[in-house]
């Protein structure tokens, strides 16, 4: 792996994702080669490390186990390569595809079964006819160009988090690409993005625009031919349709008469940034070498979207990379929404390696041009003379402390005790907390600053207990400090980030 996992990724988490440098053949899932963890207890230097699903951060989706040095035996190997097979999809794409031109064909009978998400040939009526059914009239031509309208979004946190973008959003980042010149766009995870562009060349608007969408969700394979979509986990770079399909993205990344490339991405926001950043390099590295010598070290244009808070993570990988204000919204997120429901000012940003100053974010909505920076930026972000920034993350105006020679969330104060400005209310005397170092199990310091602290990676992940399925023997949990679940977790990061 190329992208360097230096320094630490979420410290406070016992659970780290170990980069392998190919010395040793990880070991599959239904999701593709599983990644390496390994599991830190309070009070011992090295921790033990296991195998788990790259894909899935809840076990009850993907219950895979192994311990490192594991010896598994031949007949759980086969018993697991059975399980891989029979949960994978019902038909390959190309079945998809043909029944797909088979449904078209069929003016008046056209069933969908919502529960089962599949286009229903006639023959199949009687097997799915207890389920619940869109009939004719909702699967016109029109409706069935927008699969992610007919689709129901996956929105499992823990795995595909299939938050689909609103409208706005949507169009903004469909116009920002055109203009820039852009005629071929990766879409992964990004279903939306993807149909939007197929819409916008059916309708013939402006220069016809080429799209790949890779995706895990494989129900997209229904709508798309195999050069328009690719059964693809984004945290391993694994296509599910091996050689063929990746010869697919192979071809589409191929810039000929002058079609310029860009890749876009909204991964789930529950973090694993490091392998989805070796992915991305992955992706990156391909293109590379099939441009022209002079270009042959450069990155792939990119637009990686996830929340502000994730920026510090996201530049360690991709230190060329700006986070631009613009605001994202989607449609079926309760947070991360416009108008009277949700949030109002979403947490998502577009972090790219596109030129700042090109990327032009709509007056109408309240952005402004910053000389100094040489980006636009949100109307509430002012910029500092002192810092010589437009500082504010998350959408308020910050403040400029003296003190601390920076700016700071506005509703933070200079504490004299911490020597630095934090919340009101904040333990005081530098306190790490009650939880403490999860290494030493010292309450003195959190586990960032701990002397025990060896090349370890992490990443934001902390899988619940492994089924006893998969693995026989299970990692003891060590005695620790009580800690917040998954979801309290990200829940806190958000009022955090919000205060
Ligand atoms: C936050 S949504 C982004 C959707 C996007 N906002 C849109 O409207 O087009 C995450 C997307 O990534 C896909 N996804 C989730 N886990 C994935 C994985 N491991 N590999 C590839 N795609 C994944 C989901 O199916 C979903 O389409
Ligand atoms: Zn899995
Ligand atoms: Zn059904
Ligand atoms: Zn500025
Ligand atoms: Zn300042
Ligand atoms: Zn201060
Ligand atoms: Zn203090």
Redesign the pocket.
């Known amino acids: 792996m190329d992208v360097q996992l230096k320094g630490s990724d979420e410290d406070e988490f016992g659970i780290e994702c170990v980069v392998q440098k190919g010395e040793q053949k990880a070991p599959s899932c239904v999701h593709g080669p599983t990644l390496l963890f390994e599991k830190v207890c309070v009070g011992e230097k090295k921790g033990r490390r296991f195998y788990a699903c790259s894909a899935c951060r809840d076990r009850k989706e993907c219950a895979f186990f192994q311990w490192e040095n594991e010896k598994v035996s031949e007949a759980r190997l086969m018993a697991r390569e059975e399980e891989n097979r029979s949960k994978m999809p019902p038909f390959t794409h190309q079945e998809y595809c043909s029944r797909f031109r088979r449904f078209l064909a069929l003016p008046l009978g056209r069933r969908f079964c919502q529960d089962c998400q599949l286009l229903l040939l006639p023959g199949e009526w009687e097997t799915h006819a207890t389920h619940k059914m869109s009939q004719a009239d909702d699967l016109t031509e029109a409706r069935l160009s927008r699969p992610s309208l007919l689709l129901k979004p996956l929105e499992n946190k823990k795995s595909n988090a299939q938050y689909l973008f609103a409208d706005r959003s949507c169009h903004f980042l469909l116009d920002t690409i055109a203009q820039q010149g852009y005629r071929k766009v990766l879409c992964v995870g990004t279903p939306r993005l993807h149909e939007l562009i197929k819409l916008r060349n059916q309708e013939g608007k402006g220069e016809p625009m080429k799209t790949l969408l890779l995706d895990i969700d494989f129900r997209y394979a229904q709508f798309n031919g195999t050069e328009e979509f690719c059964h693809y986990n984004m945290f391993n770079h694994h296509f599910f349709g091996g050689e063929a399909a990746t010869k697919v993205l192979l071809s589409f990344l191929i810039e000929k008469d002058g079609e310029k490339v860009i890749m876009v991405t909204d991964p789930p926001f529950g973090g694993l940034t490091k392998p989805l950043a070796w992915s991305f390099s992955q992706i990156s590295e391909t293109w590379s070498k099939l441009q022209t010598l002079e270009a042959s070290d450069a990155e792939v244009p990119m637009v990686w979207i996830f929340p502000y808070f994730f920026e510090p993570r996201i530049l360690e990988c991709f230190p060329s990379f700006t986070m631009l204000d613009y605001q994202l919204d989607y449609d079926n997120h309760p947070l991360y929404k416009h108008g009277k429901t949700g949030r109002k000012q979403s947490p998502v940003r577009l972090f790219t390696n596109l030129n700042p100053q090109d990327v032009v974010l709509p007056k109408e909505e309240g952005y402004r041009f910053c000389k100094v920076c040489a980006r636009y930026v949100w109307s509430e972000n002012r910029h500092c003379s002192k810092c010589n920034v437009c500082p504010s993350k998350d959408g308020r105006q910050w403040k400029h402390c003296s003190e601390c020679q920076k700016c700071v969330k506005p509703s933070w104060r200079h504490?004299q005790?911490?020597g630095r400005c934090?919340l009101p209310g904040?333990p005081?005397?530098n306190s790490p907390g009650l939880e403490g170092c999860f290494i030493c199990g010292s309450l003195k310091h959190k586990r960032r600053n701990c002397r025990n602290k060896e090349k370890r990676r992490s990443c934001n992940y902390r899988p619940s207990r492994p089924e006893a399925k998969e693995g026989r023997t299970q990692p003891k949990q060590a005695k620790k400090p009580k800690r917040k679940s998954g979801a309290q977790r990200r829940a806190n990061k958000l009022r955090k980030a919000a205060e």
């Open positions: 504490c005790s911490c934090a904040h005081c005397g």
